[in-house]
């Protein structure tokens, strides 16, 4: 598919369904698939992110969800699929079956627990780049990884063909706003990956969001995204007001427990989390329906 990511802004990291045994609920992820398409307005959709539980997916499972994902998706959006590691080695394993599965571009996170320098982080993403010709966007999530990923060498990083763009999950604002300024003229998107600044990452020049939210708002990621770009902000503020409290909510526990918990709510197939993930109390189950009532979403 050729990608026009000027297009892409809300982008789904998809959760896994699983059955009551673990196992990957197959015809739960087609259909979820189709909701996701149809129902949110997913302009793109990620198979094996954090939201999707990679960490506890086998690498068979790993790619069976790819392959999934993109036989249900059927070309109606991009598959950017999760393909990242802390080895580079198997990173470029990785993001090569998700190449061989058909997906359009890859989402490559930070190296993770041996917090290599700057130095190593670019070498990492340039070595994926060179071994594979897909686009490339960078997920920078320091509070994950033990490792933030600087302004400059995203920057430099900018300049590499098929590095596309950035998922910023930093949680710092003004990190955001200096990567914008030093990509504007490489034709490099970010996205938020921190959803509550969503709206502050648009009025700073930002594409749009990777967010797990949009498994429930995606209509209102993509309306606050449109007002941002009609330079409407009064109309940007009022989604944002009207949702910040759901927000906050689908993240009060570890993620992806609440958004799990919502499609559930929401008829949609979900399923257990696999440990050591756990379901979410029932103070936070109380928190999250009240603030989907609240927010329109649950009557």
Not at 8 to 20: A, G, H, K, L, S
Not at 83 to 112: C, F, H, M
Not at 130 to 149: E, M, V
Request: charged content about 20%.
């Amino acid at each position: 598919m050729a990608l026009n990511w000027d297009d892409i802004v809300c982008i789904i990291p998809i959760i896994t369904p699983f059955n009551d045994d673990y196992s990957v609920d197959e015809d739960g992820l087609r259909a979820l698939v189709d909701y996701l398409i149809d129902k949110q307005s997913a302009h793109a959709i990620v198979p094996c992110g954090t939201t999707g539980e990679s960490p506890t997916l086998s690498h068979q499972e790993h790619i069976r969800v790819i392959e999934i994902v993109v036989d249900a998706v059927a070309g109606r959006v991009p598959v950017i699929a999760g393909a990242g590691s802390n080895s580079t080695r198997e990173a470029i394993e990785l993001t090569k079956a998700a190449a061989d599965a058909g997906v359009d571009a890859t989402l490559q996170v930070g190296p993770y627990y041996n917090r290599p320098s700057q130095a190593g982080i670019a070498e990492h993403y340039r070595a994926i780049a060179a071994a594979c010709p897909l686009p490339i966007i960078i997920y920078n999530i320091p509070s994950r990884t033990g490792r933030n990923i600087e302004p400059a060498t995203i920057a430099e990083l900018s300049k590499v063909e098929n590095i596309v763009g950035l998922k910023d999950a930093s949680g710092d604002i003004n990190q955001a706003g200096a990567i914008l300024r030093a990509t504007r003229n490489e034709h490099f998107y970010v996205w938020a990956g921190e959803d509550a600044l969503t709206l502050p990452l648009l009025a700073l020049g930002g594409q749009g969001a990777v967010a797990a939210i949009a498994h429930v708002m995606g209509d209102d990621v993509c309306a606050m995204a449109s007002a941002v770009r009609a330079g409407d902000l009064p109309a940007a503020r009022a989604i944002y007001d009207r949702t910040i409290d759901l927000i906050a909510a689908l993240f009060c526990e570890p993620n992806p427990a609440p958004v799990k918990q919502a499609l559930e709510w929401l008829g949609q197939p979900a399923g257990p989390l696999r440990p050591p993930l756990a379901r979410m109390t029932e103070a936070g189950k109380e928190r999250l329906r009240a603030a989907m009532v609240d927010a329109g979403k649950l009557s």
